[in-house]
C-alpha cells in the first residue's frame, strides 16, 4: 500500500489497494478475493480494519458475500433493470432477455451531448452503435449506444452477428472494460417515423425512454446509452424496505 495515500485511515488505503487490484485485473469478476486472514497478514493490519475495507467494496457494488464460500468481485446484472420496466415475456409468459440486432454501426465526431456524458473533448472519435432488441422477433427496444473510441475499438472489428445478446460481457472479453454501476433516468417521448416503423409502432405512440450513463470501477464514464420501448408495455417495480 506504498504508493496509497499514508493520510488515509488503514481501512480505507487497503479499500483502495483491493479497488487499484481489480481494476488493474488482477482480480477479474467472478474472482474470489483472499480471505479476511489472509489480507491482515498480507497488509499487517487487524481483521477489523480487513472487514471494514471489504464493508465499503460490498456498499459500493465492486464486492459481494456469498455465504459459506466467501467474497467475490462482483459481476454487474444490469438487465434486471429492463425488466423492472419493461414486461420482457415470450407468448407462453416466460420471462426473457431479448434478443439483440446491430442494426448500424459508426465511427463519428462526439456530438456536445454525447462528448459532456463521456466526458471527452467535444468532436473526439466516437463509436456509434445501433441496436433493436426482439422477443421471438417481435421490436420491443431501439437503442442508441456510444463509446469512446480509443477504449473501444475492438468493437469495430467483430461481426454484427457476433455480438450476442448481451454487450458488457464482449466489452469485458473484446476491449478489457468492465461495468460495475449505472446512472439511469426515465422520461418520455412520442415516435418519431424512424422509431414506430422500427418498434412496429403508430407514429405518435408514447416511449418510454431509459438514458443509462455506465461506469468503470474508477467512475469514469465508459457508455452511454438511450432505449426506447413501447408505454404499452412498461411496467415500474421497485422494492421499499
Known amino acids: 500500500m506504498s504508493m496509497l495515500d499514508q493520510r488515509l485511515p488503514r481501512y480505507q488505503r487497503l479499500r483502495d489497494d483491493l479497488a487499484s487490484r481489480i481494476n488493474r485485473r488482477e482480480l477479474r469478476p467472478g474472482d ?3 480471505s479476511e486472514a489472509e489480507l491482515a497478514a498480507q497488509h499487517g493490519v487487524a481483521i477489523g480494519t480487513v472487514r471494514k475495507a471489504i464493508d465499503q467494496l460490498v ?30 415475456q415470450s407468448e407462453s409468459g416466460e420471462r426473457r432477455i431479448p434478443q ?29 452503435l445501433s441496436r433493436l432488441r426482439l422477443i421471438d422477433g417481435e421490436p420491443l427496444l431501439a437503442e442508441e449506444i456510444w463509446l469512446e ?30 461495468v460495475v454501476s449505472a446512472d439511469e433516468n426515465l422520461s418520455v417521448e412520442i415516435a418519431t417515423d424512424m422509431q414506430a416503423q422500427l418498434l412496429h409502432l403508430e407514429k405518435g405512440a408514447p416511449l418510454i425512454v431509459i438514458e443509462r450513463l455506465a461506469f468503470d470501477l474508477e467512475r469514469r464514464p465508459i457508455e452511454w446509452r438511450r432505449s426506447r420501448g413501447p ?11
Open 32 to 34: 474470489s478475493i483472499p
Open 59 to 88: 456498499a459500493d457494488g465492486v464486492l459481494e458475500r456469498q455465504q459459506g464460500r466467501g467474497t467475490f468481485v462482483r459481476r454487474a446484472r444490469f438487465n434486471s433493470s429492463l425488466f423492472r420496466f419493461f414486461r420482457f
Open 100 to 128: 439483440s440486432r446491430i442494426l448500424r454501426r459508426d465511427v463519428v465526431a462526439a456530438p456536445s451531448a454525447v462528448a459532456s456524458a463521456l466526458r471527452i473533448a467535444s468532436g473526439e472519435p466516437v463509436i456509434s
Open 149 to 178: 473510441k480509443s477504449r473501444f475499438e475492438a468493437v469495430l472489428d467483430i461481426a454484427p452477428e457476433d455480438f450476442g445478446d448481451l454487450l458488457y460481457p464482449l466489452y469485458e472479453e473484446r476491449c478489457d472494460q468492465v
Open 231 to 241: 408505454a404499452k408495455r412498461f411496467r415500474y417495480h421497485v422494492e421499499i424496505r
